[in-house]
């Protein structure tokens, strides 16, 4: 079978060499497609490939249909918002995520941004520690897990809410569990977000819940933009000056949230899954799990069922 990796943003070249090193073991060809800076280069390259593996490029339904032979997609990541699964569905195309392998990253990232914010963005002044502070998590998930654990480590108190995990299975990991995403904001000095854009989910962090959130209060946010409700957001942090917003996705109303300085940080692009190890990891595991595919029609990490 023919893969193709398409990523506009490369992988590390350790990551190409261990899915091409995978995919020709097994009998399949890998073709590259990286850096790409028009839509056309994409269309072209999928034109004769039966699988591909992508990063946060959009698999819209024109790629889709100039992609006659494709039978599996795999991002490399958790999230896989960038692909439309519905339409791949109707295709008879595959979409799977590779869960898991961004999971540390994206953890160590959320603590990397809350010690830069308690300690004052290190701007020399007297800031705060984490012992001791309530951190909540919502949705309890691989990178939630991992949350916690660091927080742990941190020796913060940690509470956990996730509508699809029953709140007894959260307090078996040594988390506080709570009846609802209100709870958390209501408890919690910081929460962190880790819940997926979905139509329930998106614009759901809004005025109201943010606003329950006890003097002092941080939302950290390394998941998707989209679940924020930006108008509302800066409306509440007008208001409330005692409130701080951090998030690794830089928000379309970047330009008004940096009125609020010493209370907002956005890093430049999003940044939870960039480290060497994850990268590494993502783009070897969307390999064997188009291998296995192929081999087997295994289809654990199918999405789009």
């Known amino acids: ?60 339904p024109e790629v889709l249909d100039a992609a006659k032979n494709l039978k599996i997609v795999v991002r490399a990541g958790a999230g896989y918002d960038s692909i439309d699964t519905a339409y791949a569905k109707e295709k008879g195309v595959i979409v799977e995520n590779t869960p898991g392998q961004n999971s540390n990253a994206v953890a160590e990232l959320v603590f990397g941004l809350l010690v830069f914010t308690v300690r004052n963005f290190f701007n020399g002044k007297s800031g705060s520690e984490l012992k001791g502070k309530k951190l909540g998590i919502l949705a309890f998930g691989n990178v939630g897990r991992n949350v916690a654990r660091i927080a742990k480590g941190f020796g913060m108190d940690v509470y956990a809410f996730d509508e699809f995990v029953p709140k007894e299975k959260i307090e078996e990991q040594g988390v506080h569990g709570v009846n609802s995403r209100d709870e958390l904001f209501e408890v919690c000095d910081v929460v962190s977000l880790h819940i997926p854009a979905t139509a329930e989910t998106r614009e759901s962090i809004n005025y109201q819940v943010v606003n329950l959130m006890k003097k002092g209060g941080i939302v950290v946010n390394t998941a998707r933009k989209e679940v924020i409700n930006e108008a509302e957001l800066i409306k509440l942090l007008a208001e409330r000056e005692d409130l701080k917003y951090i998030t690794d996705i830089k928000p379309d109303a970047d330009e008004e949230f940096r009125k609020f300085e010493g209370r907002y940080f956005a890093t430049p692009k999003k940044m939870g899954a960039q480290t060497a190890e ?28």
Do not use: C, W
């Open 278 to 305: 994850a990268n590494i990891n993502a783009g070897i595991a969307a390999a064997k799990q188009i291998i296995s595919y192929f081999a087997t029609g295994d289809e654990k990490f199918r999405v789009n069922k």
């Open 1 to 60: 079978m023919k893969i193709l990796v398409a990523t506009e943003k490369p992988f590390a070249a350790a990551a190409v060499n261990g899915i091409k090193n995978e995919a020709q073991a097994a009998g399949h060809e890998v073709v590259l497609l990286e850096k790409y800076t028009d839509k056309q280069q994409l269309l072209d390259a999928v034109a004769d490939v039966d699988a591909m593996i992508v990063r946060s490029d959009k698999v819209t």
